[in-house]
């Protein structure tokens, strides 16, 4: 039933533009060439949970330490790619990941959030194959999605004042200038605890991703800070920075700052923006890159300099002092 169907839609296909002699020819040519294969028929209803080389590759990917928002957030895209296609991984071919990735493009996804997605099934392919669970790889002629890429700006230090200024209590002051000094992600400030910090030394052991570890630093306003808002809480709590029901939480962080933003006046308060802020600045005063990189937990320098933001101006002052 299966090969007759096959051999129905294939007519019906190439009937749209082949004529009628032509039309008989290539299917008779089909008949001929499937002659001794059992055709099998994938239905659309196959789901992400019966495939073992997806199940393979995020058990590696738990093996290799990688973050549990890295596993998620692989698992959720793969699962939802693998789904929508209906079809087992060995099966997948290019005209189906174009297809996902058109339909995704017509569901108003940016280009950027595209190339995300192809970089995503890309490794997971390109794993298969290397680990012999796949013979090809369909991704292999499937380029980089070209997308616009936005300047995203640190803040200016008129913006850091007007934020400091509009900071409540304590608490936000200590974040605001924690932020500012270390440029941690929200995992890692989260996940702070009061002992993490030595006031002396004006260091922060940090856990960041991968389970790396690393030392970050406080100059000395966040120094002031932070033990100021350590000595004004009532708490017994090891958290260094804490919320109603314990250590604060990404999602109570993030609220915080947006508090801040709506208060300040300030746009894109969010910490990602610190970090940006912090990797400009360090390098506009002349800080190698390499020890930028290893401050905000970067393996790459690549990812820094995605962070960095070139003043043209400094740019022209800098071609005046060596041209």
Request: hydrophobic share 35%; aromatic share 8%.
């Amino acid at each position: 039933m299966a090969k007759e169907s096959l051999i129905d839609q294939f007519e019906e296909r190439v009937g749209e533009y082949l004529t009628g002699a032509h039309t008989k020819k290539a299917v008779a040519d089909l008949k001929e060439t499937l002659e001794g294969y059992d055709v099998e028929s994938v239905g659309s209803d196959y789901k992400a949970e019966d495939d073992d080389i997806l199940k393979a590759f995020i058990d590696a990917k738990t093996v290799e330490g990688r973050s549990e928002k890295t596993i998620n957030r692989y698992a959720y895209m793969l699962e939802k790619f693998i789904n929508s296609v209906g079809v087992p991984t060995n099966k997948i071919a290019p005209e189906h990941i174009r297809a996902y990735m058109a339909a995704e493009m017509e569901r108003g996804q940016s280009g950027r959030s595209i190339e995300g997605i192809r970089q995503i099934v890309s490794s997971f392919f390109g794993w298969a194959c290397k680990e012999g669970l796949l013979k090809k790889n369909p991704m292999a002629n499937i380029g980089a999605v070209k997308y616009k890429k936005e300047i995203k700006l640190p803040f200016s230090e008129l913006e850091m004042a007007i934020i400091k200024l509009h900071c409540l209590d304590k608490r936000e002051r200590a974040i605001i200038y924690f932020l500012e000094a270390t440029g941690c992600r929200v995992s890692e400030v989260c996940g702070l605890k009061r002992d993490s910090v030595d006031y002396q030394k004006r260091e922060v052991k940090v856990l960041g991703k991968g389970n790396k570890e690393r030392i970050v630093y406080l100059n000395e306003p966040a120094t002031v800070m932070v033990q100021e808002y350590i000595n004004s809480r009532k708490d017994d709590h090891d958290g260094l920075f804490v919320g109603q029901n314990g250590n604060l939480t990404p999602s109570g962080l993030r609220n915080i700052l947006k508090l801040i933003e709506k208060r300040s006046g300030v746009e894109n308060v969010h910490p990602h923006r610190f970090r940006r802020t912090l990797a400009t600045k360090l390098i506009d005063r002349g800080m190698p890159i390499q020890e930028v990189a290893f401050l905000l937990g970067h393996s790459n320098i690549n990812t820094t300099m995605t962070y960095v933001f070139v003043d043209k101006i400094n740019v022209k002052n800098a071609y005046d002092k060596y041209a």
